[in-house]
């Protein structure tokens, strides 16, 4: 797409209640590596776009393609974080974006931008995301389709993919042997933990020794979960603006170990992480009505009450009179009480993109 409308960037944009928004594709000309990793870093939750498009949902359906200038005021635009962080100093102005699905639980578009020298995109380029974004909207729904499917048809691993809690199972010198998907991506985005020749290690040396002493520890023959010192836990720093991992590591059972060959098993939680379940535990547990649901999917994606009113195609009053229902069917008294109250309830994994 990018080589046929001429544009430097063009990126794959998707938020559901498991991840928030993120890209999670990207192509084009040039490197806009280190502007993608930024941009799911510091900008995507404030993205001015995701706003415009939400609140088009209280007029009309707002799936179809756009100019950044039909979304965004040009002045508002030019004055926002994601302009003056990021796509200014990139050299990118002018944008098209294809908005294939927008509700309370999934948000997918497709974003090209252009130079200054590129100039708007015309209108045969406009024509050309037209035409393609019926099929791109059939292949996100088969791929989505066919990775439910596999989850459904797996074995052990799939039960163990099924948390989304990270899970490692290793040997006492920190050799992983096994881990689960949470892991993988844990391993692979975080900036403190990662695989050096098969061995779980921190990406910062200081860090390392207390990772390695909690592993001898937990295999320690006198290891307890009632142990006063605590020494079955750690807890590792990340940047100044996000909470620390929690490490928790206990002795895998005797009976375990030779089939495993394997000492150790870790969880690692990210408090950072969005909280994502199944409706059917809302309604089974709080009797929650279909509405609800969807308004409570909304509130954990973060988006206000009047937001989800937008999304929802229902007035803000609405929306609020469920939230009081919701309060009343929880026991909580406060929003911010009935959203911690969700976020403690069992976890799974989100659904692949």
Known sequence: MCECTGSSLGVFIAADTGSGLAVLASGGIGNHVETISAYNREYAQSDPFRSAVVHRCRTRNPEGVYTEAQLVPEKTFLQSALYRGLLGPAKLRHGAITILACTVRRLDAISLWRTPTEGPINSHGIWLMEQLMPHV???????????????????????ADASATATFVLTRDGHVQHCNTAAESLVRTSEVLKLADGHLTTCEN??????????????????????????????????????PLQLLAMPLPESHRQRSCADLLLLVSDPEKPTSFPDNILHALYGLTSAEVEVANGLLMGYSPEEISCLR??????????????????????????????????????AAP
């Open 137 to 159: 909207q059939i292949a996100l729904k088969i791929r989505r389709a066919l990775g439910s499917a596999e989850q459904r048809a797996a074995d052990a691993k799939a039960m």
């Open 206 to 243: 200081g860090d390392g020794a207390a990772l390695r002493q909690l592993f001898r520890d937990a295999d320690s023959p006198h290891y307890s979960l009632s142990n006063s010192r605590s020494s079955h836990v750690l807890s590792l720093p990340r940047r100044a603006d996000k909470r």
């Open 313 to 350: 195609g229902v007035s803000a009053s609405t929306v609020r009179q469920q939230v009081k229902s919701m309060l009343s069917k929880t026991g909580t008294s406060r929003q911010s009480d009935m959203v911690r109250l969700f976020m403690t309830l069992p976890q799974v994994p989100r």
